[in-house]
């Protein structure tokens, strides 16, 4: 019982792993398969289509339905992807079909898991776990996840046989090794006495605590980067840099990605402890450590040079891995149970935006220089970590757990 959330946990790398398989075989795709830049672009497009939809309606879905139900689906999704992934040799569309199911399997879960650990990282099912494991938990799930996924990935395509095939292969071996425990863990919300909760009846798909104060002025000035961050270190800065590697190109963007998703796993059990209730000093802390990562990309991309970027990447991933957790935390704190999974959905969903920041960056390349874009950004992270710490030293009510509804609708 005390350790039965590691079967979500396990169920979550699987989706988050994945998820971002895909990510470092961009360059194999763009070089050795022959695909136009813009349709590689759209690739990625793909997962995000259907990545954020789901994440705005499988939170409530779940608080109907049960956790069990959804995530075994997004489960079944992330396999799926990687089986019309593995056909990506026979045209585009199996590959944008793959990316789209993809991006369903991860919203699943990253809002119905995330909320599930949580809730079995406490009483009655895990009752000596400290507060705020289960988001640590959660996290670090997705973010191992993430990593491995596509360090794996980009090493079978770089040195493995099959290269557009093996990677999914492998991924759809493991996933199916966890969906028979997934099947047995236990159910934190029935069906039944679901519908029979008044509290779920009346939020529905609803997230009132987005007009919360203190979600407004500390948690979404973060947000969008979380992602933005990662996707700076793995996805823009190869771009940047790469060309200057040859034939190791694809290695080089694996490199970054593990070292990225690495720094921001090993981090995580110190950002629960940089945690307060009383201020937000880890979402402080993670943007300042962004706008420092920001600066080295700025250098890195002014000298063209592999190891900058490098530094970067363990920078940003440090700086991401910091704010995925304390944004989790706070959310947790400002909601009921009845919300937490859609609020999750929410702060997941935002969180994503930032991951098309790559993509921006690159259409406005040919209005000015990388250096000059990544130091706007550098600006603009400034600006916000000033929002957040002048709106810290306000003293933002925090809700634990049960939000004045007088407070939410200010």
């Known amino acids: 019982m005390k350790r039965s959330w590691i079967a979500v946990a396990a169920a979550m790398f699987c989706c988050g792993w994945g998820?971002?398989?895909?990510?470092?075989?961009?360059?194999?795709?763009?070089?050795?398969?022959?695909?136009?830049?813009?349709?590689?672009?759209?690739?990625?497009?793909?997962?995000?289509?259907?990545?954020?939809?789901?994440?705005?309606?499988?939170?409530?879905?779940?608080?109907?339905?049960?956790?069990?139900?959804?995530?075994?689906?997004?489960?079944?999704?992330?396999?799926?992807a990687s089986a019309l992934l593995a056909f990506g040799e026979s045209g585009p569309l199996p590959i944008f079909l793959g990316r789209l199911?993809?991006?369903?399997?991860?919203?699943?879960?990253?809002?119905?898991?995330?909320?599930?650990?949580?809730?079995?990282?406490?009483?009655?099912?895990?009752?000596?776990?400290?507060?705020?494991?289960?988001?640590?938990?959660?996290?670090?799930?997705?973010?191992?996840?993430?990593?491995?996924?596509?360090?794996?990935?980009?090493?079978?395509?770089?040195?493995?046989?099959?290269?557009?095939?093996?990677?999914?292969?492998?991924?759809?071996?493991?996933?199916?090794?966890?969906?028979?425990?997934?099947?047995?863990?236990?159910?934190?919300?029935?069906?039944?006495a679901a519908a029979a909760d008044p509290n779920v009846r009346r939020a529905g798909f609803a997230v009132p605590a987005v007009r919360h104060p203190r979600f407004l002025r500390v948690i979404l000035p973060m947000t969008p980067w979380v992602f933005g961050a990662a996707g700076v270190a793995y996805a823009t800065m190869p771009q940047v840099v790469g060309g200057r590697l040859g034939?190791?190109?694809?290695?080089?963007?694996?490199?970054?990605?593990?070292?990225?998703?690495?720094?921001?796993?090993?981090?995580?059990?110190?950002?629960?402890?940089?945690?307060?209730?009383?201020?937000?000093?880890?979402?402080?802390?993670?943007?300042?450590?962004?706008?420092?990562?920001?600066?080295?990309?700025?250098l890195g991309a002014q000298l063209h040079s592999p190891l900058l970027a490098l530094l970067a990447a363990v920078v940003l991933g440090v700086a991401y891995g910091i704010a995925v957790v304390s944004g989790l935390l706070e959310i947790q704190r400002l909601v009921p149970p009845s919300e937490l999974a859609g609020m999750t959905g929410v702060y997941y969903a935002l969180a994503y935006v930032g991951f098309l920041l790559p993509t921006a960056l690159a259409a406005l390349s040919g209005v000015a220089g990388y250096p000059v874009l990544l130091g706007g950004l550098v600006v603009i992270?400034?600006?916000?970590?000033?929002?957040?710490?002048?709106?810290?030293?306000?003293?933002?009510?925090?809700a634990l757990n049960a939000p004045d509804r007088s407070e939410v609708a200010a």
């Open 19 to 80: 998820g971002n398989q895909f990510t470092p075989l961009l360059v194999m795709y763009r070089d050795t398969a022959g695909y136009s830049v813009l349709t590689v672009d759209e690739f990625l497009g793909a997962y995000v289509v259907g990545l954020a939809p789901a994440l705005l309606i499988v939170g409530g879905l779940s608080n109907r339905f049960g956790r069990r139900p959804l995530l075994v689906a997004g489960v079944v999704c992330s396999v799926l």
């Open 101 to 192: 199911v993809s991006g369903v399997a991860v919203a699943i879960a990253m809002a119905v898991g995330t909320t599930w650990v949580k809730e079995l990282s406490e009483a009655p099912y895990d009752p000596s776990a400290h507060p705020g494991t289960g988001a640590r938990r959660a996290a670090l799930a997705l973010t191992l996840g993430f990593g491995l996924g596509a360090g794996v990935a980009g090493v079978l395509a770089q040195w493995g046989p099959w290269p557009m095939v093996t990677p999914y292969v492998v991924h759809l071996a493991l996933t199916a090794a966890v969906l028979p425990l997934l099947l047995r863990s236990p159910e934190t919300r029935r069906r039944h």
């Open 247 to 298: 034939h190791w190109d694809l290695a080089y963007s694996t490199l970054l990605t593990v070292c990225t998703l690495g720094a921001g796993a090993a981090v995580q059990p110190i950002a629960k402890r940089l945690d307060r209730m009383t201020d937000a000093r880890a979402i402080v802390i993670a943007m300042v450590i962004m706008s420092c990562g920001l600066v080295v990309s700025v």
């Open 381 to 398: 992270a400034l600006a916000g970590t000033t929002l957040i710490a002048v709106s810290t030293r306000a003293h933002l009510p925090i």
